[in-house]
């Protein structure tokens, strides 16, 4: 388990004093995958820097199950970061080396001998759907592939947790999903917990479980993913839920009333669709205000929002959706009402 608590971090630059962090405290279980979002500038790097303490905390403490990591010395800390790898938006894969000899490099480091780190690298490679690139150099892969290589090295050292720091912002949506569900198989198979830092909510909502949202370096919210989706408190967290063009839609929106918003948390995207059963079978005409949905291996993931010709359609159709597993429908209140 990590603990964060209270930690503050400042920096100066040019004789001003910038807050990067403020008192922040977080909480993540053992095998969570936990998503830190937040705009530009919002303190989220320096977060995850200072979990591995990169980035040493000015106040407050960062524990990994228990330990307080800034009572460690340097050398104590290089061996606490075996257990605690970090992916990057770079990759920052070493050019002159193959795949094979970068995924070996961090276990030749710790001083395991040459032949069983080859073994561990061609087992990661594989894990990673790479093994037939094992002798590739960097310049010869797509930036997937790259990333690829990239989190078989973090996995090198059989970390506990792994720290990816915005590791999708640098690849094209396709190639972001494929390394999403990646993140989301070595969760899965391995136990590892995954703290991903990004900008872009569909990261969060294609993999997370929980989310804390960071805004000038606070805490603004934090919970389960299917919670801040269905109900954002703050405006940091409505802005980051609903994108721009939605936000428009229902500012601009003139006497619109009876809207229910509808998060798909994972829902089983094998079922009927769940709008025309509400029109053809519960008799509830549902027009379509704004929609963002994705299907991200068999289950979908997104929002829409839907408007209803009463108030009484609405209450309807809410219970109506709530029958669904991982949907989560919300009445929305506007101006107009």
Same mark, same amino acid.
């Given at each position: 388990?990590?603990?964060? !608590?209270?930690? %503050?971090?400042?920096?100066?630059?040019?004789?001003?004093?910038? *807050?990067?962090?403020?008192?922040?405290?977080?909480?993540?279980?053992?095998?969570?995958?936990?998503?830190?979002?937040?705009?530009?500038?919002?303190?989220?790097?320096?977060?995850?820097?200072?979990?591995?303490?990169? #980035?040493?905390?000015?106040?407050?403490?960062?524990?990994?199950?228990?330990?307080?990591?800034?009572?460690?010395?340097? &050398?104590?800390? $290089?061996?606490?970061?075996?257990?605690?790898?970090?992916?990057?938006?770079?990759?920052?894969?070493?050019?002159?080396?193959?795949?094979?000899?970068?995924?070996?490099?961090?276990?030749?480091?710790?001083?395991?001998?040459?032949?069983?780190?080859? !073994?561990?690298?061609?087992?990661?490679?594989?894990?990673?759907?790479?093994?037939?690139?094992?002798?590739?150099?960097?310049?010869?892969?797509?930036?997937? /592939?790259? /990333?690829?290589?990239?989190?078989?090295?973090?996995?090198?050292?059989?970390?506990?947790?792994?720290? %990816?720091?915005?590791?999708?912002?640098?690849?094209?949506?396709?190639?972001? /999903?494929?390394?999403?569900?990646?993140? $989301?198989?070595?969760?899965?198979?391995?136990?590892?917990?995954?703290?991903?830092?990004?900008?872009?909510?569909?990261?969060?909502?294609?993999? %997370?479980?929980?989310?804390?949202?960071?805004?000038?370096?606070?805490?603004?919210?934090?919970?389960?993913?299917?919670?801040?989706?269905?109900?954002? &408190?703050?405006?940091? +967290?409505? !802005?980051?839920? =609903?994108?721009? &063009?939605?936000?428009?839609?229902?500012?601009?929106?003139?006497?619109?009333?009876?809207?229910?918003?509808?998060?798909?948390?994972?829902?089983?995207?094998?079922?009927?669709?769940?709008?025309?059963?509400?029109?053809?079978? #519960?008799?509830?005409?549902?027009?379509? =205000?704004?929609?963002?949905?994705?299907?991200?291996?068999?289950?979908?993931?997104?929002?829409?929002?839907?408007?209803?010709?009463?108030? *009484?359609?609405?209450?309807?159709?809410? +219970?109506?959706?709530?029958?669904?597993?991982?949907?989560?429908?919300?009445?929305? !209140?506007?101006?107009?009402?």
């Amino acid at each position: 388990m990590i603990e964060i !608590k209270n930690v %503050c971090r400042t920096f100066s630059t040019g004789g001003n004093s910038v *807050e990067a962090l403020k008192n922040v405290t977080l909480t993540v279980q053992d095998g969570d995958i936990y998503g830190i979002i937040g705009m530009s500038g919002a303190g989220k790097s320096t977060l995850i820097r200072c979990i591995n303490m990169l #980035e040493r905390p000015d106040e407050g403490s960062v524990l990994l199950d228990g330990c307080d990591l800034s009572t460690l010395s340097e &050398k104590e800390l $290089r061996r606490v970061r075996r257990e605690i790898t970090m992916v990057f938006q770079g990759f920052h894969l070493l050019m002159q080396k193959n795949c094979l000899k970068n995924v070996c490099f961090p276990l030749e480091l710790s001083g395991v001998k040459k032949a069983e780190a080859e !073994k561990r690298a061609m087992e990661l490679l594989n894990m990673v759907g790479l093994q037939d690139k094992a002798y590739a150099y960097p310049s010869q892969l797509s930036g997937g /592939q790259q /990333q690829r290589v990239a989190i078989a090295r973090a996995l090198a050292s059989k970390p506990k947790v792994l720290l %990816c720091d915005e590791a999708t912002s640098a690849l094209d949506p396709t190639t972001t /999903q494929s390394i999403l569900q990646l993140i $989301r198989e070595i969760n899965q198979t391995l136990g590892i917990t995954v703290i991903v830092i990004t900008h872009q909510m569909s990261v969060v909502e294609s993999i %997370c479980n929980h989310v804390a949202i960071l805004n000038e370096g606070r805490v603004v919210e934090e919970g389960k993913v299917s919670e801040i989706f269905s109900n954002p &408190k703050s405006e940091t +967290a409505k !802005k980051l839920v =609903f994108p721009e &063009k939605a936000e428009e839609m229902l500012a601009t929106a003139n006497q619109v009333e009876n809207l229910v918003r509808v998060v798909f948390d994972g829902a089983e995207t094998t079922c009927t669709p769940l709008i025309a059963h509400l029109a053809l079978q #519960e008799g509830i005409p549902a027009n379509i =205000f704004y929609a963002s949905t994705k299907s991200i291996g068999g289950k979908v993931y997104g929002s829409m929002i839907l408007s209803f010709a009463s108030s *009484e359609e609405a209450e309807r159709a809410i +219970a109506f959706l709530k029958k669904t597993e991982n949907v989560i429908p919300t009445e929305v !209140k506007t101006d107009a009402q």
